[in-house]
């Protein structure tokens, strides 16, 4: 989440294709969302599936082959025939993207906001219902948070959402009254 990728206009309009096959009804938004999740773990796995899918020297014929290998079955054809068109168009290098860019319009669709906190503690469920109730009202959106755990914060919490950080923690605090008092 902390790691946003710089989605591109070629990207976008590729993700916004496999939005418009939702919106026909071709497919489900969230059976494509779980094919283009199950190509990104295999393609996270398989360094060299990628190498030869970006290799300029092997003939997109070769590479379509290998395609319906080793993705028949496991997703649904229109999404190989996606990828065959990102592979035709010399675009399979922006896959990555292309699903971090659907899977955003696709919360948008759905009026999601991904939200991390930090804590230095585990929250329990109450504080994690309590804080996920705070969120949807301030942000008038179905809140999704991903947990995680720093204990150098000391205490408090630090919520990132999207660019804007509220850093809450002791650890900032203190920060800044030492600035105040130096």
Known sequence: MNNKLQISTSEKIYADSLIQA?????MKFDE???DLNIIKDITSQSK???????????????????????FS?????KIINFLKVLINKKRFNELNNIIQAYSDELDKINNI???????AVELSNEQMQKLTEKLQNKLKKNVIITR??????IGGLVIKIDDDVIDNSLKNKLE???????
């Open 148 to 153: 995680s755990l720093d204990r150098d914060i």
């Open 48 to 70: 060299d599936l990628v190498a030869v899918m970006e290799n300029p020297g092997i003939d997109d014929k070769t590479k379509n082959e290998i395609l319906d290998s080793v």
């Open 32 to 34: 494509i969302l779980n």
């Open 73 to 77: 079955g496991q997703i649904n054809d």
């Open 22 to 26: 939702g919106k026909d009804g071709l």
């Open 176 to 182: 800044n009254l030492s600035k105040n008092i130096i």
């Open 113 to 119: 906001k991904r939200v991390e906190v930090i804590s």
